[in-house]
């Protein structure tokens, strides 16, 4: 089936996305949000909460957990705001897959940006199934990369 062909009556995800640069995104890491966030996951190691703790071991404030990052990218809805402008009905997405590779800590204090592209969009199941690969290049306020990102969101059909 062609790009931008129906299935089932709805419209495809147009493959002419690919390479859809987001616009970017900025996070300012706060100490209060580090707190709450290794909370709510239920981390226990000290250096994500106590900041004695977290320069002790090495950090110049409080460390991000790992998936703390992603934060973002949710917080300027610059994905869902993609997704809309592509055609992709908001109520049919899953998050299907997360992959991260760090490069250096993300500490309090910190401003990460996030510069994220749609590197891939294919389906499966005769088009019942799309997914949306996005590639996403996170770096801090001194043009450090602190991590890479890929995930991909499945977009189920009608």
């Given at each position: 089936?062609?790009?931008?062909?129906?299935?089932?009556?709805?419209?495809?995800?147009?493959?002419?996305?690919?390479?859809?640069?987001?616009?970017?995104?900025?996070?300012?890491?706060?100490?209060?949000?580090l707190r709450f966030f290794?909370?709510?996951?239920?981390?226990?190691?000290?250096?994500?909460?106590?900041?004695?703790?977290?320069?002790?071991?090495?950090?110049?404030?409080?460390?991000?957990?790992?998936?703390?990052?992603?934060?973002?990218?949710?917080?300027?809805?610059?994905?869902?705001?993609?997704?809309?402008?592509?055609?992709?009905?908001?109520?049919?997405?899953?998050?299907?897959?997360?992959?991260?590779?760090?490069?250096?800590?993300?500490?309090?204090?910190?401003?990460?940006?996030?510069?994220?592209?749609?590197?891939?969009?294919?389906?499966?199941?005769?088009?019942?199934?799309?997914?949306?690969?996005?590639?996403?290049?996170?770096?801090?306020?001194?043009?450090?990369?602190?991590?890479?990102?890929?995930?991909?969101?499945?977009?189920?059909?009608?």
């Amino acid at each position: 089936m062609p790009a931008g062909a129906a299935r089932n009556g709805a419209p495809m995800i147009d493959r002419r996305h690919i390479g859809k640069t987001l616009a970017p995104a900025t996070l300012e890491v706060e100490k209060g949000r580090l707190r709450f966030f290794a909370e709510a996951i239920g981390e226990t190691n000290p250096i994500y909460t106590d900041e004695a703790a977290a320069q002790a071991a090495g950090y110049p404030s409080l460390p991000a957990p790992p998936t703390f990052i992603m934060a973002g990218e949710l917080d300027a809805d610059t994905i869902r705001t993609a997704l809309v402008e592509m055609g992709v009905d908001i109520n049919r997405i899953l998050h299907g897959e997360q992959q991260f590779t760090f490069h250096a800590p993300v500490c309090a204090g910190d401003t990460i940006t996030f510069a994220s592209t749609f590197s891939d969009i294919y389906g499966r199941r005769n088009g019942g199934l799309e997914f949306i690969v996005k590639e996403t290049t996170m770096t801090n306020q001194h043009g450090a990369k602190v991590a890479d990102a890929r995930s991909v969101i499945v977009v189920r059909g009608a």
